[in-house]
């Protein structure tokens, strides 16, 4: 049964039987009997077949929320007996959105020192994605906005909060100030997130409480590309004050905080809702409570 739900997690993620069954590491056949064999155990059609995947069935839906929880436990019971007979071990997968990719080390790092046995895997994506990654059991755990907008049914533990700063050089428009308003910043030609990331909605949100909108030279999803045009000191950017100040940007750039108003959302790690946790959820779960107040200070302006 475990088996023939992993194959339907495999073609929720997949939406192909192909593909599927490759990532399950078996032959198509093989994946379409299974899923047969599933169907007539329920006495319900869990697929819409045809010469292509076209989709679940409702009761098809219905199945995959259960096969969540089921292959969830399953793996959990797994890890749990193994983690009795030894010392903590095993991968931890992290989905992160972009702009708290540079808190991951904060908690992988003390992680680390007390359970040397244990790899991580970090992957960056959209706020929605985490949430659905961590919905389909891809990855294990998240970091991302806890409160901005929908997260779903998910354990939630507060790591800091995001203000923000506009990132400028000296002799740009605004660099010598100690604060700028988002009305000020709506003047100024930014390099900005892509819409589709949360972090883009939020400035845009406060631009617009203010009558203003963001005019933006260059947009990415990556902060990569973002930080490198920022750091030559000829481009101006707005970006969380935590990151701007893991970044260590150069001397050509201030990073000066925001008001009027002042913005802050909260970012989290955020778990399945299951109990009970995995012994390397939890360990992740106490690392990060311990970390959160140190990585709730941050300096006053980074850049000067």
């Not at 098809?60 to 009795?84: C, F, P, Q, Y």
């Not at 903590?88 to 990719?101: F, H, K």
């Not at 991302?144 to 203000?163: A, D, M, Q, W």
Request: a neutral charge.
């Amino acid at each position: 049964m475990i088996d023939k739900l992993e194959l339907l997690l495999a073609l929720a993620k997949e939406r192909h039987f192909g593909r599927a069954a490759e990532a399950c590491g078996v032959t198509q056949p093989t994946m379409s009997t299974s899923l047969k064999q599933l169907e007539d155990l329920l006495g319900v059609m869990l697929v819409q077949r045809g010469s292509r995947f076209q989709g679940f069935t409702p009761e098809g839906e219905r199945a995959l929320d259960w096969a969540r929880r089921i292959v969830g436990d399953a793996r959990a019971m797994r890890e749990e007996i193994n983690g009795l007979k030894h010392k903590l071990s095993g991968e931890i997968r992290i989905a992160a959105i972009p702009t708290a990719l540079g808190m991951v080390a904060s908690l992988t790092t003390p992680f680390r020192a007390r359970h040397p046995d244990v790899r991580f895997r970090i992957q960056s994506c959209t706020s929605s994605d985490v949430l659905g990654l961590l919905e389909n059991l891809e990855v294990d755990a998240g970091l991302t906005y806890i409160e901005n907008e929908p997260i779903g049914k998910v354990r939630t533990i507060r790591l800091y909060g995001e203000s923000y700063r506009l990132l400028t050089s000296p002799d740009a428009m605004f660099g010598d100030r100690d604060t700028v308003t988002w009305k000020e910043v709506g003047q100024v030609p930014l390099c900005l997130l892509t819409p589709d990331m949360q972090n883009r909605r939020i400035i845009d949100r406060a631009l617009r409480s203010v009558g203003a909108e963001a005019t933006p030279t260059l947009t990415s999803n990556s902060l990569l590309v973002l930080y490198t045009h920022v750091k030559t000191g000829r481009w101006a950017s707005v970006m969380p004050a935590k990151l701007a100040e893991t970044l260590g940007l150069a001397d050509a750039v201030r990073s000066i905080p925001i008001v009027d108003p002042v913005v802050n959302y909260s970012i989290g790690l955020v778990i399945p809702q299951r109990d009970p946790m995995t012994p390397l959820i939890a360990a992740l779960v106490q690392v990060a409570r311990e970390v959160a107040p140190a990585l709730e200070s941050v300096s006053p302006d980074p850049g000067t």
